[in-house]
């Protein structure tokens, strides 16, 4: 059972919510990948263009146990186990071709134990998200989809831009490639 809030942010709304997240709680921010077990904290938010720089971590150091790592072998990297992990998913609003693209915090909010019960994560934790999302939506306006529009990203709005909510693949030309002797291809 996890709990979200959808939203707009520019680079300036941002930056307001980043000091918030950090205001009065030793908060630990880090990317959804991980090259070690070990969580390397970052000091200021990656730039576009590095891997994984839109999708980030928020881990309240001082209040919640250390997160649950696990290893993906086929990726080679490491990642948080966010069902089992007091963290809250803190998935960047973005620029895209023009566009803003939507960005969303996001919890698990309890977590199924082996035998079947449902146990709610710390009330600490509960209380946290709460505070965040409660600062989004005070600052926000809300748009017809019932997103939350932060200043920065209304006044994009007002002046023309565009906000969508995702941004999926672009299109890639495929080749194919003409083998004039199959013999070199090796038979199956």
Known sequence: MGKQVNFYMTDAD???FVEFVRSDRNVGIFMYAMP?????LLAELPKPGVPFWFSLWLWDRDHSPAPKIDYVPEQRYYVVEPIASEVIEFTRSHLDEGCLVRGRIWAEMAVWQSD???VGKSESFGKWFDRLANWIKRRSVRDN??????PGAAEYARQGGRLVQAVFAKPVKHFHHEVEDDSRCPRQ
């Open 14 to 16: 941002e930056a307001d």
């Open 36 to 40: 070690t077990s070990d969580i390397p």
């Open 116 to 118: 079947g019960t449902l």
């Open 145 to 150: 989809r019932g997103d939350y529009v932060l």
